[in-house]
T-cell receptor, first 109, second 116 residues
Framework: DAKTTQPPSMDCAEGRAANLPCNHS???????VYWYRQIHSQGPQYIIHGLKNNETNEMASLIITEDRKSSTLILPHATLRDTAVYYC??????????FGSGTKLNVKP | GAVVSQHPSWVICKSGTSVKIECRSLDFQATTMFWYRQFPKQSLMLMAT?????????EQGVEKDKFLINHASLTLSTLTVTSAHPEDSSFYIC????????????FGPGTRLLVL
């Protein structure tokens, strides 16, 4: 079962930063936080992952709170092509992903 | 790098027939592959874990005799939907994982199955 909760949808203006929150209050010490996105009728695309420290790559930044009970994915300059469903996932001890409902991000011009 | 392909991308079949879906890691060897199913407007649901050289492990509620999984090599896993029925119509997605402490799962593009 999914161990994360996310808002069902969010809007963001094109060119602005999109901040997508995720709660994972039952996270255990060795569970990584992964973020993927799924554009309609495609397979999920990897974005970023982290354990304790904040992470940044060419796509996004991941901010994990000190207690690790929540995280935020930041898309610094959202474009129309970033419209997708974003999933926050915890990898369990058997390396499995249990997807929650995700957040539908609508980037508007 | 880290490309996963699926074949076919879509398939239409008659009720009662079997359908095989292939999942390949193109530029890396995958010790573990996963199979997911996604119904319209729903999230991905994990069906099974496929490990090279051993039997697949299925999630609760997934019929192992209906969804046959074979992981014959480090780059290929197949999912066979046996005696397909209309309720098996869905979007089937595989992922491949290299292994290690925090290795990412890379997803295929998915296979859309329609059973008439």
């Amino acid at each position: 079962d999914a161990k994360t909760t996310q808002p069902p949808s969010m809007d963001c203006a094109e060119g602005r930063a999109a901040n997508l929150p995720c709660n994972h209050s039952t996270i255990s010490g060795n569970e990584y936080v992964y973020w993927y996105r799924q554009i309609h009728s495609q397979g999920p695309q990897y974005i970023i992952h982290g354990l304790k420290n904040n992470e940044t790559n060419e796509m996004a930044s991941l901010i994990i709170t000190e207690d690790r009970k929540s995280s935020t994915l930041i898309l610094p300059h959202a474009t129309l092509r970033d419209t997708a469903v974003y999933y926050c996932i915890l990898e369990d001890n058997f390396n499995k992903f249990y997807f929650g409902s995700g957040t539908k991000l609508n980037v508007k011009p | 790098g880290a490309v996963v392909s699926q074949h076919p991308s879509w398939v239409i079949c008659k009720s009662g027939t079997s359908v095989k879906i292939e999942c390949r890691s193109l530029d890396f060897q995958a010790t573990t592959m996963f199979w997911y199913r996604q119904f319209p407007k729903q999230s991905l649901m994990l069906m099974a874990t496929s490990n090279e050289g051993s039997k697949a492990t299925y999630e609760q509620g997934v019929e192992k005799d209906k969804f046959l999984i074979n992981h014959a090599s480090l780059t290929l896993s197949t999912l066979t939907v046996t005696s397909a029925h209309p309720e098996d119509s869905s979007f089937y997605i595989c992922s491949a994982r290299v292994g290690g402490d925090a290795e990412t799962q890379y997803f295929g593009p998915g296979t859309r199955l329609l059973v008439l």
